[in-house]
């Protein structure tokens, strides 16, 4: 079945350096990919997306690009900040009848000021 | 405000005392799911339904149940909890007519079971 492996955390950084997640996916088919993002005490909310492949996907100064010849979608950003602090989820989508977005287990981003 | 909303936030029970989380979206979605998270695990689906009465298993679906008897809601039942229930609870709605599949997230029920 699909799967997602993300790198494991916590990763640690201070304000302003540089931030790659990495994102692998195994799937059948062509999968759009995700990265949600948790900040403590809240629900994932959708933070971008890629739906096919040399997409790439930008939001807040964080971007991720569908690389389907590696089965990746590493997360980055130039220059993080402390309200980066959050929980990065990697996901593939399920775009038969059941919807189901298939998560990593997450990684977790701490920045210090 | 497009919202999905769940209750309760925050709940301790003890092994098989019937208990009940709602979800409730006022976006008119057709699709909506259940996941739970677990450490290291990331998100599993739970069940899911594609409209009012049509419901399905996901991933993970020993020990719940679900209705769908109104569009806006999509309520988690647990029969009979378990320590192994114990985990934190996600419902989300999908936003329909996107060649992409979107979901949105409510802010979770953090479920303990003694």
């Known amino acids: 079945g699909d799967s997602v492996t993300q790198m494991e955390g916590p990763v640690t950084l201070s304000e302003e350096a540089c931030l790659t997640i990495?994102?692998?996916?195994?799937?059948?088919?062509?999968?759009?990919l995700f990265w949600y993002v948790q900040y403590p005490g809240e629900g994932l909310q959708l933070l971008l997306k890629?739906?096919?492949?040399?997409d790439k996907g930008s939001n807040k100064g964080f971007e991720a690009t569908y690389r389907k010849e590696t089965t990746s979608f590493h997360l980055e950003k130039g220059s993080v900040q402390v309200s980066d602090s959050a929980v990065y989820f990697c996901a593939l989508s399920d775009d038969t009848g059941r919807r189901a977005l298939t998560f990593g287990s997450g990684t977790r981003l701490q920045v210090q000021p | 405000e497009a919202q999905v909303t769940q209750n309760p936030r925050y709940l301790i029970t003890v092994t098989g005392k019937k208990l009940t989380v709602t979800c409730s979206q006022n976006?008119?979605?057709?699709?909506m799911s259940w996941y739970r998270q677990d450490p290291g695990l990331g998100l599993r689906q739970i069940y899911y339904?594609?409209?009012?009465?049509?419901?399905d298993k996901g991933d993970v679906p020993e020990g719940y149940k679900v209705s769908r008897k109104e569009k806006r809601n999509f309520p988690l039942i647990l029969e009979s909890p378990s320590p192994n229930q114990t985990s934190l609870y996600f419902c989300?709605?999908?936003?329909?007519?996107?060649?992409?599949?979107?979901?949105?997230f409510g802010p979770g029920t953090r479920l303990t079971v003694l």
């Open positions: 976006m008119n979605h057709e699709y």
């Open positions: 989300a709605s999908r936003v329909p007519g996107l060649a992409y599949n979107e979901q949105f």
């Open positions: 339904s594609m409209n009012v009465e049509v419901t």
């Open positions: 890629a739906t096919k492949a040399d």
């Open positions: 990495n994102c692998t996916y195994t799937a059948t088919g062509y999968p759009s």
